[in-house]
């Protein structure tokens, strides 16, 4: 099943401007990731928000922070490449390349960037904090794609 979703915040989900009227405004990644609960035991089917918060955009990629343990579905981006960065804890990163799951572990303070189009999820044992920045919309899917 595949879904598409919009730029923008689902309900429930806190955002915290990284702009103003009058320009940049700083952002606390430490108050934001503060200000959440965290999701335990992710699945696929999680649908909470609480555990994401959204802290501003740059381009057509929005910056956000969550912090959880568990499994994520899979998800691509057609507009552009992702950073992904683990605050605190590690995760897998399983990305889809020729039709192989291709895990890269990362550790705290790690990042790596997924390739514009490539279907990709997250394996994370430990609750941990990761921040993105990831280009919309985004595909999602609860299956393992085909392509």
Do not use: K
Request: with cysteine; glycine share 8%; hydrophobic share 35%.
């Amino acid at each position: 099943m595949l879904e598409v979703c919009d730029p923008g915040l689902s309900e429930g989900q806190s955002i915290v401007p990284a702009m103003n009227n009058e320009g940049p405004v700083a952002v606390s990644i430490t108050d934001a990731l503060g200000a959440l609960t965290p999701l335990i035991g992710r699945t696929p089917e999680s649908r909470e928000v609480d555990w994401a918060a959204t802290l501003g955009q740059v381009g057509n990629a929005g910056i956000y922070v969550v912090d959880y343990s568990g499994a994520s579905e899979w998800e691509r981006h057609s507009h552009g490449d992702e950073i992904v960065m683990v605050l605190n804890g590690a995760t897998t990163l399983f990305m889809l390349i020729d039709g192989e799951d291709v895990p890269y572990s990362l550790a705290e303070m790690e990042l790596i960037v997924v390739p514009e189009n490539t279907w990709h999820r997250f394996e994370t044992p430990t609750r941990s904090q990761v921040m993105t920045v990831t280009p919309q919309p985004t595909d999602h899917s609860r299956e393992r794609p085909t392509a």
